[in-house]
């Protein structure tokens, strides 16, 4: 395993779910409102992070994207590796420029150790053999984020988000309620969990935005079974395009982004026979990048305005492709 696999994943270990201490993220435009420790019946509690645009008034009703791995967007002076999303700087640059509708980003931290099964796609891994889920078990501990037998809960997870978070977020902020203004992103394990969230939650989710998904789902290639009952799980349950959904899928092809090319094709491949096209699907190859938050930074933008256009522009997209 490479000396950047290994840092990274010490890193995710060791990063927690937030406490009293935390600073707050110190954003250049907007505002940001923590929710701090937020409790549940599903998960472990964790902050919440929501980001207001700049000029926010309730007399306006704004989409929401809720984003994953919540304290690495806004601020690179509170994160591990001394990088973030800088969610707030790229959003703002888009709506000043009149192309990606103002909205609402809520960023939810991880829950550290729980991360993994947290993000896991539970489904595809409990259809999986006995085999299969001791070879990922066996994966996953060599790699630190098993010590028993490695248990998804992902389920729970999205519960917390779409019964617990989500009405919370309706109730206190000023937001379309609707699912063609309510999108989900994140990148890794956080691109995983964002599509899946969208199968689970179709009536709920309008897209995703997943860079860099971590298709594999442990750190190894070889014998593992995961991309397969992913794929297999996708063939049964993402939407059908007429319901409306919009996908965004990238990679890279270096560091962790390297085992991605190969898998995202097959993924591809996939979207084209379930019948999505440039209209409700955008996946993107970025040769050089690698898997970071300043990579992601750097093609944010592209995601945001697949699925925040604004109205008139969207319109004329629509008439120079002939929709």
């Not at 010490?10 to 250049?28: A, I, K, W």
């Not at 917390?160 to 009405?167: A, G, Q, R």
């Not at 969208?198 to 290639?221: I, K, M, N, Q, R």
Request: aromatic letters at 12%.
């Amino acid at each position: 395993m490479s000396r950047f696999v290994n840092s990274l994943i010490v890193m995710l270990c060791l990063t927690g779910c937030g406490s009293s201490n935390d600073p707050m993220p110190r954003v250049e435009s907007g505002t940001v409102e923590r929710i701090e420790g937020f409790k549940s019946q599903y998960v472990t509690p964790r902050h919440i992070d929501i980001w207001l645009p700049e000029g926010y008034t309730d007399s306006i009703r704004y989409p929401v994207l809720y984003m994953h791995d919540g304290q690495m967007l806004y601020d690179a002076e509170m994160t591990w590796n001394r990088q973030s999303w800088d969610v707030d700087d790229v959003a703002t640059e888009l709506f000043r420029a009149g192309v990606v509708r103002p909205l609402i980003v809520v960023g939810i931290w991880n829950g550290g150790e729980t991360r993994h099964p947290d993000y896991f796609p539970q489904k595809p891994f409990e259809q999986m053999s006995q085999e299969g889920r001791d070879t990922l078990t066996a994966q996953l501990r060599r790699a630190g984020h098993a010590k028993e037998a490695f248990t998804p809960r992902s389920d729970s997870y999205l519960k917390f988000i779409v019964e617990e978070l989500k009405p919370f977020v309706e109730e206190k902020y000023s937001v379309q309620t609707g699912r063609d203004n309510t999108f989900i992103a994140g990148a890794s394990m956080g691109g995983l969990i964002s599509l899946y969230a969208v199968c689970e939650y179709p009536e709920l989710f309008g897209g995703a935005a997943c860079l860099s998904t971590h298709w594999v789902g442990t750190f190894d290639t070889l014998n593992n079974p995961f991309p397969d009952a992913y794929l297999d799980y996708l063939r049964r349950r993402l939407p059908a395009p007429p319901e409306g959904h919009r996908i965004y899928f990238d990679c890279g092809d270096q560091t962790l982004d390297a085992m991605y090319p190969t898998i995202q094709r097959r993924i591809d491949s996939l979207m084209h026979s379930r019948g999505y096209d440039e209209t409700n699907w955008m996946t993107r190859y970025f040769p050089g990048e690698d898997h970071s938050e300043k990579a992601w930074n750097k093609r944010l933008h592209i995601p945001l305005e697949f699925l925040f256009p604004v109205p008139q522009r969207a319109a004329e997209d629509s008439i120079s492709t002939g929709i």
